[in-house]
């Protein structure tokens, strides 16, 4: 996942083909979610922390990034 900081655009690069993604706000909300994309637009998103949870077959992978 890349870039962090991110401004527009957050891009996934993964071994496993993945079934979702969500991104989630500092208070737990569900803000956003995408299915089978590489590249996902997060410029309507306000800047603050988020933590994004990418479900596969096998894994769940949940890391966090910064948007500016």
Known sequence: ????PVRDQLQFKLKEQYQQIQIFGASGCLCLTESKKN??????????????KIIGKKTIYVAQFVKR
């Open 1 to 4: 996942m890349w870039p962090n």
């Open 39 to 52: 590249i996902i637009d997060i410029s309507q998103l306000e800047s603050r922390m988020y933590t994004v």
